[in-house]
């Protein structure tokens, strides 16, 4: 019969190259059960997509499956998503992690980008809320074709749009068709404010705010309203983008507010018939970039008739395409930005709210 030392010692040669270290020190082995010669344990992961894990699991089963007396071996992957430190706002403590999604111009495919992520998390089994941000150009309710649908409330506030398994929270759901906003920048203020503080999210694994392009008032409420565990910047890897996108960034460092990763979207274009590559809006940059600024590069995404042609269905590429290589993608891109989010959650020291004043309204970019 193997002791637990010795399948301890065994599971801590499997290592995750992700995290840089071996399952049993990263707090990954659970519920260890030694039964004659039996051997039963949980990987327990703190993303709900995880590169690798099955792999993970087999070398963990043959390594204690090699130990003398162990004749069976039964191993489970679950996930359990770690939570910000930074969570910690009373109106939001069912929620585990807020993370903005930015760009510095519009028309760079910022909200595609969102709604995939956040599809293709609530796919994966996370429980995922989504609130549209861009107040003056709401456009999330027709990427989720919920555009008909009515908001209701109850004694804790407004009840969100269920779609495709998230929740949504969007001024588009007020504003109806062409009728335009037509808000001074108080009354956007208060706008954010209540798309995130009464609304009635329940338990959420992310919340995912999709932004306005560019600095404003919107992005000043934002973290002075919440505490974010991060944020995401979304760019074309064109110069005038590109540029413009690295301003928005270095407002989310001035606020205290961590840059999970970069993507490049509309990185390239494969033409469908003759499959010819055409680098329309120039190539790489993002990446480039983020390795100058010490920033994880999340990936790119190419331009890709499909992508649009969902997004305009209201069914995300990521549900609707799964076997296409845009859905590959973006679950790459997943994987990287939940492994980044946790590790955010595992060094980061709690972040205090940025109160109103410790910020001009004009920022060094």
Same mark, same amino acid.
């Given at each position: ?13 499997v ?9 049993v ?44 007396g162990v ?7 679950k996930?359990e ?17 807020? &993370?903005?999604?930015?760009s +510095?111009? /519009?028309? =760079?495919?910022?909200?595609? #980008? ?5 599809? $293709? ?8 809320g ?22 209701t409330?109850?004694?804790?506030g407004i ?16 504003s ?6 037509i ?14 503080l ?10 995912? &705010?999709?932004m306005?392009? +560019?600095? /404003?008032? =919107?992005?000043l409420?934002? #973290? ?5 565990? $991060? ?11 590109l ?51 010490h ?17 305009d ?53």
């Open positions: 019969m193997a002791t637990e030392t010795e399948v301890l010692t065994a599971l801590g040669k290592t995750d190259t992700n995290f840089g270290n071996n399952i020190d990263l707090g990954f082995v659970r519920d260890l059960e030694i039964k004659g010669t039996h051997v039963h344990f949980n990987v327990v992961l703190p993303t709900p997509v995880f590169p690798g894990q099955e792999r993970m699991k087999d070398e963990a089963e043959q390594m204690i499956k090699g130990l003398s004749t069976s071996v039964c191993g489970h992957v996930s998503i770690s939570r910000s430190k930074a969570s910690d706002h009373a109106s939001l403590a069912g929620v585990k992690n807020i &993370v903005a999604i930015g +510095g111009k /519009g028309g =760079v495919g910022k909200s595609t #980008v969102a709604v995939n992520i956040a599809a $293709g998390l609530a796919k994966y089994g996370a429980r995922v989504l609130v549209d941000g861009d107040i003056y150009g709401p456009s999330l309710p027709i990427m989720l074709g919920t555009r008909e649908a009515e908001l409330q109850n004694e804790r009840i969100p749009i269920e779609a495709l398994g998230m929740k949504l929270m969007s001024m588009g759901l007020l109806r068709g062409s009728a335009p906003l808000w001074r920048g108080p009354m956007a203020h208060k706008a954010v404010q209540e798309s995130l009464r609304v009635d999210w329940g338990e959420l694994d992310y919340l995912f &705010v999709d306005p392009p +560019g600095t /404003g008032d =919107v992005h409420t934002l #973290v002075q309203t919440v505490p974010l565990t $991060g944020a995401v910047m979304v760019s074309t890897p064109q110069d005038v983008g540029t413009i996108s690295m301003k928005t960034l270095r407002m989310f460092e001035q606020t205290k507010v961590p840059i999970l990763g970069l993507i490049e979207n509309m990185s390239y274009y494969l033409c469908s018939h003759c499959g010819e590559r055409d680098e329309i809006f120039g190539y790489g940059s993002v990446r480039k970039e983020a390795e100058k600024l920033a994880p590069f999340l990936g790119e995404i190419p331009l890709d008739r499909g992508i649009r042609e969902k997004a269905s209201g069914l995300p590429a990521v549900i609707a395409k799964t076997e296409s290589p845009a859905a590959r993608f973006y679950l790459q891109i997943i994987e990287r930005l939940a492994s980044q989010i946790h590790l955010q959650n595992v060094k980061a020291k709690p972040i205090s709210i940025i109160e109103e004043g410790e910020t001009s309204d004009t920022f060094e970019v």
